[in-house]
């Protein structure tokens, strides 16, 4: 049986009533780890204090970004609508503590920063009302029927940038289409990733000429050089080691950093996007083909991919019978010789990936669903530029998206 958009609402509301304080409690459990999560509860609930635009200042834009990909993957964007309008002032909410820390990287005085409402109906009510922003971007595919809803009632039009939708993802949504039609409807605009995700987000209920194909910006995205200079010394390669690299120059003054002796150098072989679930096969199959071979065996560099893991992981490393490194205990000169005769090294740290991937001589992106910052940079270390320039222009195209809103809403058309 066919279940119509307002009995699908009403379904979805009682179900938001019912988990609410099962939703509440995990937030409050998973701040034992990330005490962020247990900070912006008012904020949750739709309650913000918000001074008013003064008179000549730029417009108001909220950026939804849910955590750690889709805020740095946001940055060239933000810069872009920066230029475009210098008095830009940014409402910034995430809803995870990694991508609450990486949001304060985007901010400038003035800005605004915090956490989404949930998706009931008076959250969502009070935080338009709160923070009147002059329109809306959500990041990748942060659509929720409430939040959607009352943008539209409150007159903010909504633009769904950097978006992407699988095939299983459209699948599930379809499952309620009385749910899902209306609420992807409501958007203003979809910067889709790809052709692919064009044409399941029109499936999805988005009118076609609401949609265009804008590339990704991840593709933007440019590692720190010194971040991979710090890679390549912890390897050694940077003093033309096994790789035969050149001496790396560093963008910011750092301490000369350990090289491994001759003895020591072992190849590094990476595992990124390392997710629950996948500890005991993936770590079961390595000590299988690698654990016998003696001195000559390979490193293994094990990145999870949520902080909240990294205990968890390196129990796991140990119960397999592997000696650990980790990489939060290394001094400033990096690894010493003894981090070298350990048989893997735990990447526990936040915001080294491109140091990883630089330290590596084999990177795979291990998980199951591959998380694309990693598959990004695995493939630009083997591509070069091309990988790059084939999605060059993403944050021009979709700042551009944006601003076409704001300049419908300021000529009195309709979103």
């Known amino acids: 049986m066919m279940v119509g958009p307002h009995a699908s609402l009403a379904l979805y509301n009682a179900a938001w009533t019912a988990s609410l304080p099962a939703v509440l409690a995990r937030l409050w459990w998973r701040g034992r780890r990330e005490p962020a999560y247990r900070q912006g509860w008012s904020q949750r609930m739709g309650h913000w204090s918000v001074p008013p635009m003064s008179v000549g200042d730029g417009p108001r834009v909220w950026l939804h970004a849910v955590s750690l990909g889709e805020t740095r993957a946001a940055m060239p964007l933000v810069q872009a609508l920066r230029a475009q309008w210098p008095g830009l002032q940014l409402l910034l909410t995430t809803g995870t503590a990694t991508g609450f820390a990486a949001g304060l990287d985007l901010l400038m005085p003035g800005d ?14 009070r935080f338009f009302a709160a923070t009147r922003p002059d329109v809306g971007v959500l990041m990748e595919t942060e659509t929720w ?66 949609i265009q194909v804008s590339g990704n910006l991840k593709y933007e995205l440019h590692p720190s050089q010194a971040l991979l200079d710090r890679g390549r010394q912890w390897s050694g390669r940077a003093q033309g080691g096994a790789s035969g690299l050149a001496p790396a120059t560093s963008e910011m003054n750092t301490p000369r950093l350990n090289t491994p002796p001759p003895q020591a150098r072992r190849r590094i072989v990476m595992a990124a996007s390392w997710r629950e679930g996948e500890d005991a096969p993936l770590l079961q199959a390595w000590c299988a083909q690698v654990g016998g071979r003696g001195n000559a065996r390979a490193l293994l560099l094990l990145v999870p991919r949520h902080p909240q893991r990294f205990d968890e992981v390196h129990a796991a490393l140990a119960a397999a019978g592997l000696t650990v490194s980790r990489r939060s205990t290394w001094g400033p000169e990096g690894p010493a010789e003894a981090d070298w005769q350990a048989d893997a090294w735990l990447g526990d740290t936040v915001g080294e990936m491109p140091a990883y991937y630089a330290a590596a001589d084999v990177a795979q992106a291990l998980s199951l669903a591959l998380n694309i910052e990693d598959h990004v940079l695995q493939q630009a270390r083997s591509a070069g530029q091309a990988w790059v320039a084939a999605h060059a222009g993403a944050a021009q195209r979709q700042a551009q998206a944006v601003a076409e809103r704001l300049q419908s809403l300021s000529s009195g058309a309709k979103a």
């Open 112 to 125: 605004l920063h915090g956490w989404v409402p949930l998706d009931t109906p008076a959250a969502t009510r």
């Open 145 to 210: 029927p409430n939040l959607l809803l009352q943008a539209q009632a409150a007159g903010v039009p909504m633009v769904l940038a950097n978006a992407r939708l699988s095939e299983r993802s459209l699948a599930k949504g379809l499952r309620w289409p009385g749910l899902t039609r209306p609420m992807m409807g409501r958007l203003s605009a979809v910067c889709a990733q790809t052709e692919r995700d064009a044409h399941h987000l029109e499936q999805a209920g988005v009118p076609a000429a609401r």
